[in-house]
């Protein structure tokens, strides 16, 4: 491979922890030397991560993260004729739907042969969607997983999905989760101004007296923040120091207000919307929550246990391997609000074995989830695909 490396990446809608991880990634490929456009929807927060990671070459799409018989085909032609026009030695689609689009678009009218990869941030074929939209996705999977160079898995469940269930060869899947930008650490004086200055604002002053316990995720029913509150009603009846914290937006956001209020627990959550940089509020928090029914590799997690935090997660996924129940935080099982409250409980009543397990949360992630790490996986894959790869080129129907 002669010259910068020009890559692709296409991006579907996305919030949260996906956008913090295309950032980081996109922003270490740049300083490696990678000549980088990214394909994404025409959103305000996805344009501002994509600029901030130092890509300004920009092609407009809508996506989108679910199947649209009506649209999709209009956005899959303007695509492929994009392709037919720009050169690229890799194309990098993330998520189920942007994967879609890109291996479509590749065999629209003929076939364009780029290397092409696909990473997944989520279950593939979660339970939660009706038998007959899995049907379908497993059966795209399937047929376009011949047009796939590679696969990027972030969690190891994810991995075995690919290879056990969509069939993929196992050695086109690499496992590469998620990484984050690991801060200093804030020096006591300060965390601890940041802890009072929240606190204060919440209406809980009495520092020594509260248990904070926080989350910071998309509100919706795959994130669990509905088993969030029932847990949280059930844990208030037996541990009146518990106090809880809900970051983030999201379908579910105005319902879990109404439940809150229905469930008498608007004294005791404050729900703070959307934050930009939800991290600089953990210093406020005694232990981190996730309930997610299911899961992949959340950042969220990653940037908990950097802060020092004990983490309670459901063993859906990416935090079964994540966390060492016991030790730098506590699993229970999917879906179960009362060992959710029941794990709560115990954190707020030993709370010198919550700050132990804050610590060894920490050590974990300052090993195991630096962002470098992730970007130099990630140019491992590209650099075994460009070493096999010739220039791109179209291949009309009948010729290839």
Known sequence: MIGIPRVLHVIRPAAGGMLTHLELLLKGLGQAGYDLTAACPVEELVLQRVRAAGVFRILPMDVGDVLRPWLDPLVIGKFSRFLQEHPFDIIHAHGAKAGLITRLALNWRGRLRYPVIVSYHNEILPESRRSRQRRA?????????KYTSHFIAVSPGIRDELINIIG????????????????????????????RTYRSAWGW???????????????????????????????IEKEASLRFVIIGDGPMADELRRVAETYGLAPFVRFLGYQDDARRIFPAFDAFILPSRTEGWPLSIMEAMAAGLPVIASGAGGPDYM?????????????D?????????????????????GRTAADHARRYFGAEAMVAQVQMVYNKLLQGSHAAAFVGKGEG
């Open 137 to 145: 996705r497993y059966l795209a999977e399937k047929y376009l997983a």
């Open 168 to 195: 993929c060869p196992p050695e086109q899947v690499s496992l590469i989760p998620n990484g984050i930008e690991l801060a200093e650490s804030e020096d006591g004086e300060k965390s601890a101004e940041i802890r």
């Open 205 to 235: 002053p009495d520092d020594a007296h509260w248990f904070v316990v926080g989350t910071a995720c998309r509100l919706t029913w795959e994130k669990g923040p509905d088993l969030l509150l029932e847990a949280a009603r059930l844990a």
């Open 323 to 335: 966390i060492d129940s016991g030790r730098s935080g506590i699993l229970v099982s999917p879906g």
């Open 337 to 357: 609000a009362h060992k959710l409250a029941e794990a709560m409980i115990l954190l707020a009543r030993d709370r010198a074995w919550a700050k132990d397990l």
